[in-house]
């Protein structure tokens, strides 16, 4: 009795064990503790997390400690560490060394517009360059049938198209809904214009000022930040993007999907 107490041994080797923090690097398999959501890791960004479940749907978590588990272990998920001789690309790729441009595959990505063609060339450029694949703008979604039946999709000739404003009820679900074909994959996000995939607080404002409808959406933007010339704004948004974790979640996973669908005849 007459030796030193132990304050911290037993109750130390009785308290649990923090959870492991893992790198989330994209394809990792991660379960969502409490609602058993399963998928792999398409993107992190502030606060929260993509993954793909098993059947292609994207879902967007929330970054909890310990709210994960990972090949049975609980898990922090935390933004994967990379040497500083690994070269990362925009889009969170690990970049291949001297690699050459693929020549390009019969199978495309078609976006709305020039502006959506520049913001994922900024971000998956150096993954379309080595898988091969070109994106190209349609000028529009008007016609979506007559391009789809004009490109002639097949298995070795896959199109993939993103779309802008891609919710229930709007004129581009009813768009998408007119093409049926399993060699074609249309995926969107759920803003009016791809500015506004880009998060505000990289542009440097507190939110995308809200725009009546049935006013241009970009001339309006602009008018309420008192920006007088839209296409310099537009250099601004996309020199503020520095990466994918700039941009909201449902633009990263949109585009990743695409990029699976249309390099799956590897």
Known sequence: MSGPIDLDGADARRRPRPPARVPATPGLVVTQRGSGLRGAVVSLGHGTVVIRDHEGRDRTLKLIDGGFDVDGRQATLVLPVTSAATKVTNSGSVAVPNARARVARASRILVEGVH???????????????????VQPMHGADDLVEIVRSFGPSPRRRLGILLDHLVAGSKESRLAAGVDHPDVLITGHPYVDVWAAVKPS???IAAWPDVPKGQPWK??????????DPPQFWKRVLRSVTSYADLEPAMVGSVEQLIDFVTLDS
Do not use: S, T
């Open 116 to 134: 959506d063609a520049e913001l994922v060339e900024h971000v998956w450029g150096d993954d379309l360059r080595v898988e091969g694949i070109v």
């Open 202 to 204: 990289a542009v440097g």
């Open 219 to 228: 001339e309006g933007v602009c008018a309420a930040l008192g920006v007088a």
